[in-house]
């Protein structure tokens, strides 16, 4: 916002200037290109001549700009989203935490980048190494007896290991009877979306009024399909932000009906230190290396999944696998005769592997701990704070998020949900998780989850809440102000109805 | 311990923070877990300060050769590897502007008004994806031409209500490995396997035998797909308008898989030759080679089969005040809402490669995009006359190839010649018999060589290979 009252003789401070850019295709003239190729050294070859028919005939219609024109246009837009590095990013279960620096320079070392995936091993012994020694810190962090680094994102793993559920009943000539796996209403979209894609049929469980799963409930389920539970998937912390405390008793339940454990690993970072899961009765989990492992979220993407197992799994793991022979000299194993197969080409998102370990090793063990300790400290700090003006969806004990309920404010005022995390914008915060999880919000309730995550000073934690008290506050005095936000972004809200309506995928002239 | 870098918290603070909450200690946060699922004893991982980190990381990196240098070859070897992963030149100002925080410490812009920036740079990159594969779809981006060609199958399987796929001529081993493991909930044995999946091979010119595949089809029914890679696996362009055809005329989807799709600056799209879905790997045009990942999988389609798309999808609206602007849309498509009724699983994409993507092809161009590919073109042309005209090699297909090739080697053991090479800093190609290329690879073809050329290589680069080729093979 403007700041109009600074002292007599200086100037005023304004915004600074925030740019829109067209779409590039709508920038730049014919004939105009920001490409620097060599010159033909070769005799050129006429491509009709080789194809043919099947020679292209008109070019890709690709913009036209000078690389001026792409510098101020990728710039430009760059500033109009809002990213961890400029402030506070409470999303929950997203675990928007800093992205450390090092890790992109450390990453773009030419001994990393430029290796080609099919090059001769005995070239890539350092990438190779690598990978040994992150499987083998992650190990040590899950409790698990190996990990695979291939899939390429957190709902990648699930679809590993849940395919490793699946292998391993088939191995055992039990396949075709347990199609079932056990969900929490509480799960992620992509836990039952997962289950599906591997043919199994999702039981959903409904987690008990105090948010928490109940070892009567998954017995129950378990008895109503005897010999059909091929497994449970199971958030720990579940979305709710509360420890799934009975899941010793769970897991015990599910083994002795002979399925398998697999914890879905998206909130470890409220776990490091402090609970091994391999060691708690979880068979299969993944870890989502852009969330707890600091490698940054890219808009979007890259992710990176890596699955950790116990014994029970570990023969069914993705190929290829990187061993270490006696004499240090590291390889891949394809040989793997009860393995999946493989989930992509190559090894898995090889850069993101880089940046994970060396957050892993700057950390350590007893910082990765405080990582964790700080993270509960934290979210349990906004919980005090808010409490008062937002009702928690749950009572239980938070871990590294906690999630309101905008059931007083909307009785109170009509401002909901969607209009708090609106307004938050003009007070210069990305907005929470909204509407999520889906047990907080039956009976028309909305539902905020706020995961501060460790890297935030409590100044920010302050600043922060003290805008949610405002938001709340000025629901009662004015709700309009709420329900037409945000009002100092780029753009208002935005039409996405239309846009579903009549899709528009894609620049086309006019 | 001493305050960490990344974690703000000093004693008072945290002193402070616990009498806001209510607690005692920091453990007592934690006082709620049974204490049979508590860890047993701490982490054993030894810390590292900046200054130890780079060390011990460099001293790692220094134990691989790099395929392509950082800035000029400094070190790197000269490398014809491709095989899945053809490396390009990528201009300075795409990493500069990537490593712009606003990019790539953002999340997914599921809130549009403040992720304008995200959305309207996916948008431009589905709009260069369309125009590349020419079909009039395309989504935000898949993990890689992999699994993007798995999905493909999926989908052709969902639009059709089939369950066959049949994979006409040489496809990349780790495509078809990879969709093997997709498919196996419906075909967990090798005998629903054998069912379910269905290989026609290449005639004498390397294509796909399309008589052999119009045999298949006739003979067997319920197929929802025929799968081609274009260029394929031994570089060879397809026909691909010949294969949707016979595909078509059994009510079956033509899906190509492109590896490399700087191919189609000269050769036809494949939204122009029939095609129905076509997916591509991208990260040869966006970032350094990274050991294979991350990579960008291209996804595009048929303009009615949007709905069965799988991933995320920007589209175009406005906001309250009729301005521009661009939206995550058709997301019941998708699993946060449609949970096990979702198209897909898949919830990240690749956002900051297909960025890096988009900014290299803006660069590129309308005219350098087809530069880029007749450079490849013809340096490809005089690198494959020089290596028949060695005695003892041979180029073992007639059909045309865009900027990769097989050549069968003197002495006819592949393997060994890459290897000897290696030692003096030449990557020479892809042994088709390699074992990195995975359990579904071709054993059989051990004078097979897989050879790369794109831009990156000079008159000179391919004299050398030639003459170091001639000198090893024996």
């Keep these: 916002m403007s700041d109009r009252t600074t002292k007599t003789g200086t100037p005023i401070e304004t915004r600074h200037l925030l740019h829109s850019s067209r779409p590039i295709f709508e920038q730049g003239a014919p004939g105009r290109s920001g490409a620097s190729l060599p010159p033909l050294d070769v005799p050129s070859v006429d491509p009709a001549a080789l194809f043919g028919d099947g020679a292209r005939a008109t070019a890709a219609a690709l913009p036209e700009v000078s690389e001026v024109e792409v510098t101020r246009h990728f710039t430009r837009l760059s500033r109009w989203n809002y990213a961890i590095d400029l402030g506070l990013y409470p999303l929950g279960s997203c675990t928007m935490k800093y992205n450390p620096k090092v890790n992109e320079r450390a990453a773009r070392l030419p001994g990393f980048a430029g290796l080609h995936p099919l090059q001769p091993p005995s070239t890539m012994q350092g990438a190779l190494e690598l990978m040994w020694r992150l499987e083998k810190c992650l190990c040590e962090l899950g409790g698990f007896k190996r990990v695979t680094l291939q899939p390429a994102a957190g709902a990648h793993g699930e679809l590993a290991g849940v395919m490793m559920i699946r292998a391993y009943h088939a191995h055992r000539g039990d396949g075709a009877k347990r199609t079932k796996i056990l969900i929490p209403d509480s799960a992620h979209g992509t836990n039952p979306a997962t289950c599906t894609a591997n043919g199994f049929q999702v039981l959903t469980l409904k987690t008990g009024a105090d948010g928490l799963l109940s070892p009567p409930a998954v017995k129950e389920a378990i008895a109503a399909h005897p010999g059909e539970i091929a497994g449970i998937m199971i958030t720990n912390p579940s979305t709710l932000g509360v420890f799934e405390e009975h899941l010793g008793e769970i897991a015990d339940l599910v083994h002795e009906a002979g399925g398998l454990v697999y914890m879905d690993g998206a909130n470890f970072n409220a776990l490091l230190g402090k609970v091994r899961p391999g060691e708690a009765g979880v068979d299969v989990m993944h870890i989502n290396l852009h969330k707890t492992f600091t490698t940054p979220h890219g808009g979007g993407g890259p992710g990176s999944g890596a699955v950790g197992v116990g014994a029970a799994l570990e023969p069914f793991l993705p190929t290829p696998t990187v061993e270490r022979d006696d004499s240090g000299h590291y390889r891949l194993e394809f040989n793997r005769p009860t393995t999946i197969g493989r989930l992509r080409s190559f090894y898995g998102n090889f850069g993101m592997f880089v940046r994970a370990y060396a957050y892993i090793r700057e950390m350590g063990g007893a910082g990765l701990t405080k990582v964790t300790e700080m993270a509960v400290l934290n979210a349990n700090y906004i919980r005090a704070r808010l409490v008062e003006h937002y009702p928690l969806a749950y009572d239980k004990p938070s871990m590294h998020e906690v999630v309101f309920t905008d059931k007083r404010l909307k009785k109170e005022t009509g ?6 995390a609106k307004r938050l914008m003009d007070f210069g915060y990305h907005p929470p998780t909204i509407y999520f999880p889906l047990p907080a919000v039956t009976g028309g309730a909305g539902a905020l989850m706020i995961e501060p995550t460790e890297t935030e000073p409590p100044e920010t934690l302050d600043a922060f809440c003290d805008a949610m008290i405002a938001i709340a506050d000025e629901a009662h005095k004015d709700p309009d102000v709420a329900k037409n936000a945000p009002h100092q972004t780029a753009l208002r809200r935005l039409d996405e109805t239309r846009a579903a309506r009549t899709p528009k995928l894609r620049w086309t002239r006019e | 311990m001493t305050q960490h870098r990344y974690l703000p918290h000093t004693d008072d603070d945290v002193a402070r923070m616990l009498g806001v909450v209510g607690k005692p200690t920091v453990e007592a946060l934690f006082s709620h877990i049974p204490e049979r699922l508590r860890a047993k004893r701490p982490l054993e991982i030894e810390a590292l300060d900046e200054g130890a980190l780079l060390a011990h990381l460099g001293m790692l990196g220094a134990r691989s050769q790099p395929a392509i240098g950082a800035v000029s070859r400094d070190g790197a070897a000269l490398s014809f590897l491709g095989a899945g992963l053809v490396p390009h030149t990528i201009p300075t100002a795409v990493d500069m502007l990537l490593q712009r925080s606003e990019w790539y410490t953002s999340y997914t812009p599921y809130q549009p008004e403040v992720s304008q920036g995200t959305l309207q740079a996916i948008f431009e990159f589905q709009t260069m994806v369309s125009e590349i594969l020419g079909l009039p779809v395309a989504n935000a981006s898949m993990y890689d031409g992999a699994s993007a060609t798995a999905e493909a199958v999926l989908m052709a399987e969902r639009v059709t209500g089939r369950r066959r796929v049949v994979f006409a001529g040489a496809v990349h081993p780790q495509y078809v490995e990879t969709m093997r493991t997709y498919l196996s909930a419906e075909a967990a044995t090798a005998e629903q396997l054998a069912d379910v999946e269905r290989h026609v091979g290449i005639g004498a010119d390397g294509r796909a035998d399309a008589a052999a595949l119009e045999k298949a089809l006739a003979s067997i029914d319920d197929v929802a797909c025929v799968v081609v890679q274009q260029p394929n696996f031994f570089g060879v362009v397809e026909d691909v308008a010949r294969l949707a055809k016979l595909a078509h005329d059994r009510g079956a989807l ?25 997916v591509a ?9 990274t050991c294979g990942g991350p990579g960008v999988g291209l996804f595009a389609a048929r303009a009615d089969l949007v709905r069965q798309l799988p991933g995320r999808l920007v589209g175009e609206t406005v906001d309250k005040d009729g301005r521009r602007g661009y939206v995550l849309t058709l997301a019941t498509r998708e699993q946060h809402i449609r949970r096990e009724k979702a198209t897909s699983n898949i919830c990240t994409n690749q956002g900051l490669i297909a960025l890096a993507f988009t900014i290299h092809m803006s660069l590129l161009g309308k005219r350098g995009f087809t530069e880029m590919a007749r450079l490849c073109l013809a340096k490809t042309e005089y690198l494959k006359g020089k290596l028949a005209a060695l005695p003892g090699f041979a180029l073992p297909f007639a059909g045309p190839t865009f900027n990769e090739f097989a050549v069968r080697v003197r002495g006819g053991d592949a393997v060994r010649v890459v290897e000897k090479l290696a030692e003096e800093g030449i990557f020479a190609g892809v042994p088709a018999a390699a074992p990195v290329l995975g359990n579904a690879s071709s ?9 790369a050329v794109t831009e990156r290589h000079s008159r000179a680069d391919l004299d050398r290979l030639a003459a170091r080729l001639d000198e090893v093979a024996r």
């Design chain 2, 443 to 451: 054993k059989n073809d051990r004078d097979l060589l897989l050879v």
């Design chain 2, 281 to 289: 790997e991208g990260i040869g045009l966006a970032i350094p080679p």
């Design chain 2, 254 to 278: 033509l899906v190509t898989a492109t590896a490399e799709p700087v191919a189609f600056g000269v050769i036809a799209p494949p939204g122009a030759t029939g095609a129905d879905v076509a």
């Design chain 1, 415 to 420: 401002v909901q949900t969607l209009d708090v």
